[in-house]
């Protein structure tokens, strides 16, 4: 074991990562489909020269593409990243109990999360540098970073109140969210229609810093407090002693997802024409803020899965609980692919797919993932990403 100071002291010492076989289903489970949902919402910002609309989507004119943009934005957008930062904080007390079970104290699980977080930063960096500028795990690595104390020592009350409390400057950011962008503008993200590689790169480092501030401050915060006190009651670690409050957490967070995201679904998808900039603001706020109760909703929908799966379930529900496990290798390997196809700078095809185009492409790419996935598991490989974080984190001997 790797130690933390330089005396040994067996409250010092952690216990590495947690084993495949010691594993809850349920988070798993939730974050492999998780990832289709990011897929989603992530394929049409690598679109481009296309104008743009309310919440960044492109403006869409036939039938596929208005009844692909309307599920979208009803089922997916701002709906993922909070279902994925709830699981990351419940992954943080996952971390906390395994840790300080095995001897080590809170002070020094704290220190532990805080360097797991400098490296999530650091991968966020690199994959921005190197593919995706509207990366995800540099936000997620710089809250655990600033709130691992917080969130160790913080009283459930306390960080349901917070909670509910961040949803204000959330619902504004939403209102900001909402405001259609200016009139020419082709791409949410510019540095996908950049053609030459290292100009690219240098335009996605300097989109990547300000995406993920305003991520980590506007985006997930909420989220991230619930997946804390949901996992404190280990609700997706013993789903069968949580039926009832899964139950009715899935229908209410998913129909409160829906019904709050379909005022902007319709405007996006130009049902809803010329809207008045009160309504705009207004459905903003309400798409940013229902967009947790669909977060929590789904992981409800997931922990219910776990419940009817017992044993792993059929292959499906081992393949997704598979790329789960590998979260971070299969969610780096979808911009990987999107970049192949569609940035200005890899496939260069941004400018010529339609969202419904691009939303198969997610689809099929999220498949193929999962197949790998599947695959590696069989193999008994794990993500080699989750590989190099855990070694990074826990030390060499932690694989």
Avoid at 349 to 376: C, F, H, K, N, P
């Amino acid at each position: 074991m790797t130690e933390f100071t330089g005396a040994p002291d067996t409250r010092r010492l952690h216990v590495g990562a947690t084993a495949v076989e010691a594993r809850s289903l349920p988070p798993d489970l939730a974050r492999g489909a998780m990832l289709l949902l990011i897929a989603l919402a992530n394929s049409h910002l690598f679109r481009y020269g296309h104008d743009i609309g309310v919440r960044g989507y492109p403006v869409v004119d036939t039938i596929p593409d208005r009844a692909v943009t309307l599920l979208q934005m009803s089922l997916v957008d701002g709906r993922a990243y909070p279902m994925f930062a709830a699981l990351f904080g419940y992954g943080m007390v996952q971390i906390l109990r395994r840790q300080t079970a095995g001897g080590l104290d809170p002070v020094a699980v704290r220190s532990l999360i805080r360097r797991r977080g400098w490296w999530l930063v650091l991968f966020g960096f690199v994959h921005a540098l190197l593919l995706f500028s509207g990366d995800i795990i540099g936000a997620y690595g710089l809250l655990a970073v600033v709130l691992a104390g917080a969130l160790i020592r913080a009283h459930d009350r306390t960080l349901l109140v917070v909670a509910g409390l961040w949803l204000a400057p959330v619902a504004a950011f939403g209102a900001l969210q909402a405001i259609p962008v200016p009139e020419g503008a082709q791409t949410v993200l510019p540095s996908m229609s950049v053609e030459a590689p290292l100009l690219a790169a240098a335009v996605r480092v300097g989109e990547w810093v300000p995406f993920t501030l305003l991520t980590a401050l506007f985006a997930l915060v909420p989220a991230l407090l619930l997946g804390v006190w949901a996992a404190r009651r280990r609700i997706l670690d013993d789903p069968e002693l949580h039926r009832r409050f899964l139950l009715r957490a899935a229908m209410i967070g998913a129909g409160l997802a829906v019904a709050g995201g379909l005022p902007m679904a319709l405007m996006a998808a130009q049902v809803w024409a010329q809207p008045s900039a009160t309504a705009t603001a207004f459905a903003g706020m309400l798409h940013a803020v229902t967009g947790y109760a669909g977060g929590v909703g789904y992981a409800a929908v997931a922990g219910l899965i776990a419940i009817r799966s017992r044993d792993s379930g059929g292959p499906v529900v081992r393949a997704v609980a598979a790329c789960g496990q590998r979260s971070m290798t299969c969610y780096l390997a979808q911009s990987v692919a999107f970049v192949a196809v569609l940035a200005a700078y890899g496939g260069g095809l941004g400018d010529r797919l339609g969202v419904a185009q691009t939303a198969l492409l997610a689809i099929a790419t999220w498949v193929l993932i999962l197949l790998l996935a599947e695959l590696m598991r069989r193999l008994g490989h794990r993500g080699p990403f989750e590989l190099l974080l855990r070694r990074l984190t826990y030390g060499p001997r932690s694989g």
